[in-house]
């Protein structure tokens, strides 16, 4: 499905809900068996779910649904970026290229689990998750310039889970030696679409108190958030702070079920992130799943599944203090996951099973 359909459907689509069971109204493909192309941005290294988000782009590209293109951080911690290097090597993908912002450039440094996973040996004194020989990160907005240059036309989707710094950064890039066009006109021609963990949109009566919560994300670079908001010129899709929050990781899975190389890494993580953040629970913590909703909702488009609706079209903005503003629209061109009680267990069933599984 080419950009201009799904555009053509995010200005057409009747007001009210319009469930992905009804029609693939955010399907990314070409065609069924056609692999979404990925970029995930993240602040990965504070919260838990990042890591889980990168695991699920993995055992997709693993089963053709994505080809993973690359990682860009707005987290400068050295070890941060390690750590994904690490995860992309355990998942069989050593060589997808990273961006780490310079520090003077970055909005946060958290180290909250990355250096006590990459610290772990196995009984012969060696690394249980090497960093890959030769890696070598580069500057985000370069490398989210490179990927998109080398890119088709209407082709990429970017995920976005952390703050909106780089691909508001990128916008305001001028044409250089690897494309002569600004950045606002790559995003233009070769981004299809931009799922973006952030914000609290609260659409639905259940969700009503969350309204006016203001979400990390979004708090932690406000003018960048307004700027992806008002400016990105291709379509976007929300997952607000509610659709994760109300999807909680399984601590019965956790403990039980990770036991491949793949999956232990992950409950390494968790183990690490949860003797920090949640040290009486440990790994019977119900962590929320945010991150993984923006991953999930766009790799799994299709008719029946009954995944999530979508919000009526509109414009999104945010307060200067980080508040959420939706304004209903016919012709808008953002829009808002909705997952109602009997979805969220099918989603929260189906991380379980794509995260647990080698």
């Known amino acids: 499905m080419r950009f201009a359909l799904i555009l053509s459907l995010l200005i057409a689509a009747p007001l009210g809900l319009a469930r992905a069971a009804e029609g693939d109204l955010l399907d990314v493909r070409d065609s069924q068996d056609a692999p979404v192309k990925i970029i995930f941005d993240t602040d990965i290294g504070g919260d838990i779910d990042d890591a889980f988000a990168l695991a699920l782009i993995h055992r997709f590209a693993d089963q053709g649904y994505c080809e993973f293109l690359g990682v860009t951080m707005t987290n400068d911690t050295p070890a941060a970026g390690r ?29 909250s689990y990355p250096t006590a996973t990459l610290a772990q040996k196995n009984e012969d004194g060696s690394f249980e998750y090497p960093v890959p020989e030769g890696y070598k990160p580069e500057e985000p907005v370069a490398l989210l310039r490179r990927l998109l240059a080398s890119a088709e036309d209407d082709s990429i989707v970017i995920v976005q889970v952390g703050f909106s710094t780089n691909l508001a950064a990128l916008l305001d890039s001028p044409g250089d030696s ?24 609260a659409l639905e009566s259940s969700a009503e108190p969350y309204r006016t919560h203001k979400e990390w994300n979004i708090i932690g670079d406000v003018p960048a958030a307004q700027k992806l908001a008002r400016e990105w010129p291709s379509p976007i899709v929300y997952s607000g702070y ?27 993580a968790f183990a690490h992130w949860a003797e920090k953040n949640a040290p009486k629970e440990g790994l019977n913590h119900r962590r929320p799943t945010w991150d993984l909703t923006s991953v999930f909702f766009v790799l799994r488009p299709e008719d029946g599944r009954g995944y999530y609706a979508l919000s009526e079209p509109g414009a999104v903005d945010f307060s200067d203090d980080g508040v959420t503003l939706f304004t209903p629209t016919e012709r808008g061109t953002r829009r808002a996951f909705i997952v109602d009680e009997l979805a969220r267990a099918r989603v929260g069933e189906a991380f379980v099973n794509l995260c647990s599984e080698p």
């Open 83 to 111: 750590f994904v290097a690490a995860e992309n090597a355990v998942y069989g993908r050593p060589d997808i290229p990273i961006g780490i912002p310079q520090k003077e450039k970055a909005k946060r440094s958290t180290d």
């Open 242 to 268: 509610e659709v994760g929050d109300r999807i909680k990781m399984s601590p019965v899975n956790l403990k039980r079920d990770y036991r491949s190389r793949k999956a232990k890494f992950l409950r390494d």
């Open 178 to 201: 690897v494309s002569p066009m600004t950045g606002k006109e790559l995003a233009a021609r070769k981004v299809r679409l931009v799922s973006v963990m952030g914000g609290a949109f």
